[in-house]
């Protein structure tokens, strides 16, 4: 059993930045990816950003240059940094991990991200 809970949402203006963490809990053999989504209402969930254990980041071509994905595998941690917020940035944020021993998927319960203009 994995569990992530996310943190660091909030409300910034336009241009302003907040940092977004996911800590992962529980039975933890082996967390290969973690990532990012967002889902807007109406809206399938899209990718925001993933890292792989080795490094390898995949970003959405809509946050590229702008958000940047960390991780620290020590702690079963990644981070979203989010700079250059835009108000269409503005949704629900997902935390993602892949546990490989379990081969299973988890995604945390979100935390809101509001940019205003």
């Known amino acids: 059993q994995v569990q992530l809970v996310e943190s660091g949402g909030g409300m910034v203006q336009a241009g302003g930045s907040l940092r977004l963490s996911c800590a992962a809990s529980?039975?933890?053999?082996?967390?290969?990816?973690m990532g990012w989504y967002r889902q807007y209402p109406g809206k399938k969930r899209e990718l925001v950003a993933t890292?792989?254990?080795?490094?390898?980041?995949n970003y959405a071509d809509s946050v590229q240059g702008r958000f940047t994905i960390s991780r620290d595998n020590a702690n079963n941690t990644v981070y979203l940094q989010m700079d250059s917020l835009k108000p269409e940035d503005t949704c629900i944020y997902y935390c993602?991990?892949?546990?490989?021993?379990?081969?299973?998927?988890?995604w945390g319960p979100g935390t809101q991200v509001t940019v205003s203009s």
């Open positions: 993602y991990a892949r546990e490989a021993v379990l081969f299973s998927d988890f």
């Open positions: 529980g039975r933890i053999f082996r967390i290969t990816t």
């Open positions: 890292t792989t254990a080795d490094g390898s980041t």
